[in-house]
């Protein structure tokens, strides 16, 4: 476990360096950023969107901003969560164009629903279908935390909330989690 730790620590003093080195102008640095940061930063924007469609475009505007942003970036220790909230930020725009066009879209034609893939195996199902039912800003949290490996504070910098919220919505994503995949009763809070 120790060396894992390590490990990781290890990355993130890379990280920092390289968000330093990239801010001084060092392109090599800001190309090991990218090749770094881009596939999480993708990762998140498809998480949000619940789709890997417009990760992409999206990816490409937050990189964008990134490089436009970083120097003002004060702690480079924080450099992965700050492209993260970078790329949150991108898909909220994403979201409010994509809502928009949804309500011209209603006016004009029904609804057409989207088939659903079959799954091999049940039990990753329950799990997806667990997971998918937890509110937006539960799977985010729940993804950066696990997925991602951020710490508390990372995960709360990177979706711009308090790092008590992120315990709060971590504590209640376990519950809901548990009382699904345990058949209970899945309590709104």
Do not use: C
């Not at 090599?28 to 090749?35: G, I, R, V």
């Not at 450099?79 to 725009?93: D, E, Y």
């Not at 997971?131 to 995960?155: K, M, N, Q």
């Not at 711009?160 to 919220?165: I, Q, R």
Request: glycine share 6%; hydrophobic share 45%; net charge positive.
């Amino acid at each position: 476990m120790n060396g894992v730790k390590n490990d990781r620590a290890k990355q993130r003093a890379l990280i920092a360096y390289w968000a330093a080195s990239a801010r001084a102008g060092d392109r090599q640095a800001l190309s090991q950023l990218a090749h770094l940061l881009l596939p999480v930063m993708h990762r998140h924007a498809a998480r949000l969107l619940g789709s890997a469609q417009d990760a992409p475009d999206i990816v490409q505007s937050a990189w964008i901003e990134f490089q436009r942003s970083l120097p003002a970036l004060r702690d480079d220790f924080a450099v992965q969560a700050f492209a993260l909230r970078i790329t949150g930020r991108q898909v909220g725009r994403r979201i409010a164009v994509l809502q928009r066009d949804r309500h011209i879209a209603d006016a004009w034609q029904p609804e057409e629903q989207e088939a659903g893939q079959a799954e091999a195996n049940a039990d990753a199902m329950t799990v997806r279908a667990a997971i998918a039912a937890l509110p937006p800003s539960h799977r985010a949290t729940l993804a950066l935390f696990y997925l991602e490996d951020l710490t508390v504070t990372e995960v709360a910098a990177a979706l711009d909330v308090p790092v008590g919220t992120v315990k709060t919505r971590l504590m209640h994503a376990r519950g809901k989690l548990k009382a699904t995949l345990e058949g209970g009763e899945n309590v709104e809070t």
